[in-house]
């Protein structure tokens, strides 16, 4: 049975693929209300980050793992690499799981390596100021383990610092924080899969930023990136670089750098495929399937064949997401979008009779669409007809707002 670690929808393509291949499914998610768990052949509610938990919980239900394996959530990614260890499948290194699942450990293996990035350091209550007159502004200050942007503050005086820290200190599992120079410029993600150490490129996307506040939530990835061939191909050596300093050999690259100009530097690594439909953004605009080439990672079965991208379905696309007013969602169809001609998909991350909550971290979103189109302006058209179309009544509730 192929063992998914975390059942939100993020994680759809990995189930759909393991079932393509032959295999039934297992979702484990302390969750109850995560919605893979029902669609799996067996669902296991139990907090993923228990290994000893999930373990149990696999014994006892008598299940023959064959490949643990998980997509889009960095939370996910060490207890996912700790449970292919004890359970002798293939996996990302445990030591490597580590250091990206922590930012401090993270920007030490940048700094060893030389890999361009942005000056910064752990920081406490008592050296934030000391911290923040050495880094200088604009600065941004993270939680050492977050992920969904949950936490994040930009930092432009010395006043903000204090309620910045709190809010990062807030979202850190581990209670501790760090503070960066923050980078101007235009946000990127570089995707790629190594195998055996060598990088294979799959693209090079925009990221569009929700306005602050929260920071860095991104609403759009968008393809192609506007840079020139010779410029993507820098950041593809510079996001092989990153992932072999952070100790991935074999698996999925998820680079988030920023580039002012001539300048770059990489924001962080994720080992792990993106959570926002990167992939399957990647597969229509690049032909590269990167979902089936991990799943067969996870089944120890990966060949550089494997790796050949196929032929793209358009040239230009975006994943697009839908985000939405605080309160309670009455009615949410996404069918009409889906509709429409270059609409491949569309959904919700929220269900009617929840009450969404303001807007503090990328978990917020409502949905998504995944969209393609032969020219930008037709891709922008599409956008906004297949936004309209989506069928959304929130009530808007005076307590949430």
Request: net charge negative; proline share 6%.
């Amino acid at each position: 049975m192929f063992v998914l670690i975390g059942g939100s929808r993020s994680q759809l393509g990995l189930l759909e693929q393991a079932r393509a291949l032959g295999h039934e499914v297992c979702v484990v998610d302390g969750a109850e209300t995560a919605p893979l768990l029902a669609e799996a052949e067996l669902g296991i509610v139990h907090d993923f980050s228990d290994v000893e938990g999930v373990l149990a919980a696999l014994r006892e239900r008598e299940v023959e793992a064959e490949a643990v394996a998980t997509m889009g959530s960095d939370q996910a990614v060490l207890p996912t690499a700790r449970l292919a260890e004890r359970l002798d499948l293939p996996g990302l290194p445990v030591r490597t799981a580590e250091i990206v699942a922590d930012k401090r450990r993270m920007r030490a293996a940048f700094e060893a390596a030389g890999v361009l990035s942005p000056k910064g350091r752990e920081i406490s209550r008592e050296d934030a100021a000391e911290a923040l007159a050495e880094i200088g502004v604009p600065a941004v200050v993270k939680p050492v383990d977050g992920s969904g942007q949950r936490g994040v503050t930009e930092v432009r005086s010395a006043e903000e610092l204090p309620a910045a820290l709190e809010r990062a200190l807030g979202a850190s599992r581990t209670g501790a924080a760090v503070l960066e120079r923050f980078l101007e410029g235009d946000e990127l993600t570089v995707n790629g899969f190594l195998l055996d150490g060598e990088y294979f490129p799959m693209s090079v996307t925009q990221r569009l930023l929700h306005p602050p506040p929260p920071l860095g939530v991104c609403i759009a990835h968008r393809y192609p990136s506007g840079l020139s061939e010779e410029r993507e191909r820098g950041l593809f050596a510079l996001a092989h670089q990153a992932s072999r300093a952070v100790g991935i050999e074999t698996g999925p690259s998820y680079v988030q750098l920023r580039v002012d100009g001539d300048e770059t530097g990489v924001i962080e690594v994720g080992a792990r495929l993106g959570g926002g439909k990167d992939a399957e953004l990647a597969k229509l605009v690049t032909g590269f399937d990167a979902i089936r080439a991990e799943t067969l990672r996870a089944l120890g079965g990966l060949t550089p064949g494997d790796l050949e991208p196929g032929e793209p379905v358009a040239p230009v696309g975006q994943v697009r997401f839908v985000v939405a007013p605080p309160g309670r969602i009455a009615r949410l169809n996404a069918a009409p979008a889906l509709e429409l001609d270059g609409v491949h998909e569309a959904g919700f991350y929220w269900r009617e009779g929840m009450a969404l909550p303001p807007m503090t971290s990328g978990a917020e979103r409502l949905g998504y669409l995944l969209l393609t189109a032969h020219s930008e302006t037709e891709l922008d058209e599409l956008t906004d007809r297949a936004l309209r179309a989506l069928d959304v009544e929130i009530v808007v509730e005076q307590a949430l707002v």
